[in-house]
């Protein structure tokens, strides 16, 4: 091959294309001032070298108090900043710190959802394959309707109208990143559910209503309580109030005792192994994931040298402010557990249960139960 | 998913939605805007069961690309040319795209219409996904690459340096102000349907051509979910234009978007794409060849202009002279002499153009060498350090711009140049465009009517501000661009990668840096007119040093 080919390529004939050149221009290929320098050297990295995860996340969201020097350039007439520290009572040191325990960019979610999904759909494929709904006891299929279907809306509001707000509005990429993911398993879950409801509305044309969920969220007196409690939390406005309201609050009264102490206790009671592994999708990633980069996200703001105390003054407040309605809904929820043909455990047991965990959680937070709440 | 359960699905996730009745909505970000519920569909029919397995499918055609030139070692064939604006363009790009997902809920609170917010929280984590596969991309051009420097800092880089500034604007206006002139008309009927084109497919093509094919990989795979993007940003177009209420607004954002967008992504791209690149051939399409395809013909005359039945007042004149600046006034060609005037304090390198690139440009722009010729010539002359100053200190007969206080490009079209006394300043712009964008656009009312939603312009907007009077090494120290021996310069006028040839703060210093505005605001009223007026007749570039 002649030098000629080697340095600006051959072709066919006479189609004209780009002339790739053999440039050497591969790490290595010299040395110089700076040509060692291979990784992303404006951060400390939270271990000893940088994750993927760390290289792709921080510091994308610039920040006026570290490299930022001619500052936002945009804003608002009342004087707010692209991200504005005001739109939290939460004051940390430095809000590069925090890092995803869960350590989620786009590869890693598109993986984990797609995993859920696929556990959802293959589960159910099975249980069709099987015919196993022919044993399941017929007065359970309309608690499937009027009561586990209904959680979607929860999942719905929490997704659109909590997370999705709170991951514009936090002080880092970091944050506003794990919350965008948190939001995502929220909205997938609703849809999940409602895909399931589809599905169960296919295999029990006569015992089962598909759209009743959509009565029982706005009138039923049961779900009263948890509804109120979403769009409260919808209209509130600080981003880690928000988070806080929902994933250590409402989550862990509410949700768990929903998810963990209803659907996939009761369930299986009824014949129906498949709720329970569906509903166990969800609950797994909000204990695995979206409650664990949470208390981190906590953490970093309750042992900030400076504001600290400040910060769990603050959070005892928004306890005082969420645990009360929270405490509503779940209570609210109690007939429920009187509606089933069976009832494998109690809704005092199950609700000990959570308020158990609930206080565990804020203990590990170094937080308590207000004194004028009574849970 | 058969597409037949899809549309059952979809109609089925329309059931989550609900009117609260607990609270009163009050939302955060507000609008000047009136929307009534309108009956607007996705007809994307987009649901989430489909939506992670196709994107994670997409994800393992993209990683496999990456491990297959790793494998292949693809930077023995790159372009150092092409791969040093790489480091601007993607310190730039990941800060946008996370930017619109971060957009998203102006819109969730602003548009009555829950099956539009259905396809806008696809579009919140379809963006997460650009901003962290772009910053993915830009790691491994680092491990790569002959010179990571100027990649190892690259978000510090993109935070201080002026043409980060210029670029994070296309970010910061799709969240700030007014949720639908930020959200829908900036971000999705004129960023995403108009400029995502040269953005992600003119981009990846000249990348093709310059022997990097990570880039079209990646941006390829992320151009595939704008189409998404459009169509959210086409259903809320259409529920403002059922509203006449909103067509003033509507026209003022088509203004601000279209002009604004213009002057910084033809700056940036175009520059990229013609000075970028070592292809040469003649019959390989130039920036203003493929604007006139991508924007003038794809977007202007088949999605906006059918617009007009609706309603839809096109600012005709906006887009004209978009062109008349790319075509006749040079404008990209002036943004890069001046990205290149600029080197000493960018975080790049610059390559000269040579013979086959002044041919290139002659054939695609008559006239070019008669313009911009001489000046590249003396770029060359002055590219290795022979004891004189960077080109912007020697006298090249070039004049230091003024910078633009809306879109921050300098003006560089020297006879379009305003200057007004404006909140207490005088300040410059490049165009009348641009001028009104300040003094009109971003203002308290409208045409009469109030738009309390309106965002405002803040920040220090004249970069070189900061470093007036200050000594141009300490200006490279100050802002982290001397690389790890403590003297070599992270830019340098040329890619040669030896290091007796590269620039170090022992030949900048003793060079005192000044700021345009800071000494215009100095200067007596008269003064300022004669300055003015001999700033906008230009300059004329020595035929010698």
Redesign the interface.
């Known amino acids: 091959m002649s030098e000629e080919a080697v340095t600006r390529g051959t072709g066919r004939g006479t189609r ?1 294309i ?26 400390t990295p939270k271990g000893r070298r940088a994750t ?1 995860y760390e ?9 006026p108090e ?12 009342n004087g707010d ?2 991200y504005d520290p005001s739109w939290t009572s939460v004051k940390v040191s430095d809000w590069h710190r925090f890092r995803d325990p869960n350590e989620e ?3 890693t ?3 984990n ?2 995993n ?3 556990q ?2 293959h589960s159910i494929e099975n249980a069709k394959s099987e015919n196993v709904f022919q044993d399941w006891n017929k007065s359970w299929v309309d608690i499937l309707a009027r009561h586990v279907s209904t959680w ?2 929860a999942d ?1 509001g929490l ?3 909590v997370f ?2 709170a ?2 509005a936090a002080m880092s ?1 970091m944050h ?2 794990a919350i ?2 948190n ?2 398993h929220k ?2 879950t ?3 559910i ?2 399931y ?2 599905e169960l509305s296919e295999i029990f044309p006569d015992e089962f209503d598909g ?1 009743v ?2 009565e029982v ?2 009138n039923d007196p049961s779900w009263q309580g948890v ?2 409690n979403v ?2 939390i ?2 509130a ?1 600080d981003w880690a109030e928000t988070t806080f309201a929902a994933n250590i609050v409402f989550e862990s009264l509410v949700g768990e005792l929903f998810r963990s102490q209803f659907a996939m206790r009761f369930a299986p009671a009824h014949g129906d192994y498949l709720t329970a592994s569906l509903i166990g999708v969800s609950e797994r990633e909000f204990k695995d994931r979206d409650l664990a980069y949470t208390k981190d996200m906590l953490r970093d703001m309750l042992e900030d040298e400076v504001y600290g105390e400040e910060n769990r003054q603050l959070m005892q407040g928004w306890l005082s402010e969420w645990l009360p309605y929270s405490l509503a809904a779940a209570r609210g929820l109690e007939p429920i557990w009187s509606e089933t043909e069976v009832q494998p455990v109690s809704f005092e047991v199950s609700f000990g249960r959570v308020k158990s965990r609930f206080e565990e959680l804020l203990s590990e937070l170094g937080l308590s139960v207000p004194e004028e709440v009574t849970i | 998913m058969a597409r037949r359960s899809v549309t ?2 979809h109609n ?2 329309q ?4 009117e ?4 009163e ?2 939302p ?1 970000y507000k609008t000047d805007y009136t929307l009534t519920k309108g009956s607007q569909k996705d007809p994307m029919k987009q ?3 489909s939506y ?2 196709m ?2 499918e997409k ?1 393992h055609r993209v ?1 496999g690309a990456i491990d297959g030139a790793v494998r292949g ?1 693809m ?6 040319r092409w ?1 040093e604006w790489q480091k601007l363009f993607l310190s730039i790009i ?2 946008p795209e ?1 930017s619109a ?6 819109l ?2 602003a548009v009555p219409n829950a099956e539009i ?1 259905n396809g ?2 696809f579009q ?2 379809d963006e ?6 772009q ?2 991309l830009k ?1 491994e051009y ?8 100027g990649f ?5 880089a ?3 340096c002026y043409a980060g ?1 210029i670029g ?2 296309f970010g ?2 799709f ?3 007014d949720a639908i002139t930020a959200c829908n008309i900036y971000l999705q009927v004129v960023a995403e349907t108009a400029f995502t084109n040269t953005l992600f497919v003119a981009m990846p093509s000249e990348a ?4 990097d094919y990570l880039l079209p990989t990646v941006f390829l795979s992320v151009q595939s979910d704008e189409s998404r993007h459009m169509n959210n940003g086409y259903g809320t177009l259409l529920m403002a234009l059922s509203n006449d209420e909103n067509k003033e607004l509507i026209e003022r954002d088509l203004i601000y978007s279209l002009w604004n967008q213009h002057a910084v992504v033809d700056a940036a791209i175009g520059t990229f794409i013609d000075y970028g690149t ?2 040469r ?1 003649k ?2 399409e130039s920036y203003a060849e493929m604007w006139k395809r991508w924007y003038y013909d794809d977007y202007y005359r088949s999605y906006l202009l059918p617009l007009e039945k609706y309603g839809l007042k096109i600012p005709h004149d906006v887009i004209e002279d978009s062109w008349e600046r790319i075509w006749n006034k040079g404008y990209h060609h002036k943004v890069a002499q001046f990205f290149a005037t600029g080197w000493p304090v960018n975080f790049w390198r610059i390559d000269p153009m040579t013979n086959e690139d002044f041919e290139w440009f002659e054939h695609k722009y008559p006239g070019w060498y008669n313009e911009y010729g001489k000046w590249w010539e003396h770029y060359s002359g002055l590219s290795e350090p022979n004891g004189h100053k960077p080109i912007a200190f020697e006298d090249t007969g070039y004049v230091y711009p003024h910078r633009c206080w809306s879109c ?1 490009v300098p003006c560089l079209i020297r006879e379009d140049t305003i200057m007004d006394y404006v909140d207490g300043q005088w300040r410059t712009y490049c165009h009348k465009h641009c001028h009104w964008t300040d003094t009109v656009a971003f203002r ?1 009312t409208y045409k009469g009517r109030p738009t ?10 004249e ?1 070189e501000t ?1 470093y007036h009077g200050w000594d141009l090494a300490d200006i490279q120290h100050d802002l ?1 661009y001397v ?3 403590g ?2 310069l ?1 830019p340098q006028p040329h890619v040669i ?3 007796e040839k ?1 620039w170090t703060t022992d030949n900048t210093r003793g060079i005192e840096f000044q700021s345009p505005n800071v000494l215009l605001n100095q200067m007596s009223d008269e003064e300022r007119e004669k300055h003015m007026e001999e700033y906008r007749q230009g300059f004329t570039i020595n035929a010698s040093l």
């Not at chain 1, 780009?18 to 951060?43: H, K, M, Q, W």
């Not at chain 2, 930077?75 to 150092?80: F, G, S, T």
């Open positions: 004209s780009p002339p790739i050149e053999l440039t050497d221009a591969e790490a290595g290929a010299a040395v110089f001032a700076g040509s060692d320098s291979r990784s992303y050297n404006y951060f993927k290289d792709v996340t921080v510091d994308v969201q610039p920040d570290v490299y930022l020097t001619q500052g936002w350039i945009l804003g608002w007439a900043i692209g960019w786009e590869r979610l598109y993986i959802n797609s859920s999904v696929r959802f759909q979607a809306h719905q997704g659109m109208y999705m707000p991951q514009r990429n506003n990143n965008a993911v939001c995502m909205l997938r609703a849809q999940d409602l895909l409801n589809l759209s969920h959509q969220w706005m509804r109120e769009e409260r919808i209209n406005k | 059952k699905a089925k996730i059931e989550l939605s609900w609260p009745t607990f609270v909505k009050d955060k649901i989430m069961q992670f397995t994107q994670e994800d990683y070692n930077w023995r064939q790159v372009q150092p791969m990941p800060f996370i997902a971060r957009a998203m809920p102006l969730t609170e917010h806008l929280a919140m984590i997460v996904r650009h901003s962290t596969i910053m993915n790691r680092m491990k790569n690459y002959i010179d990571p420097a190892d800092i690259t978000e510090k993109f935070s201080n500034t994070r604007q910061e206006g969240i700030t102000g093709a051509a310059n022997g070592k292809d051939r019959d390989r921050m308290e309390p939603a309106m965002g405002r312009m803040t920040g220090k907007r970069w900061l982290g690389r790890n021996d003297k070599t992270v990668f030896e290091k590269m």
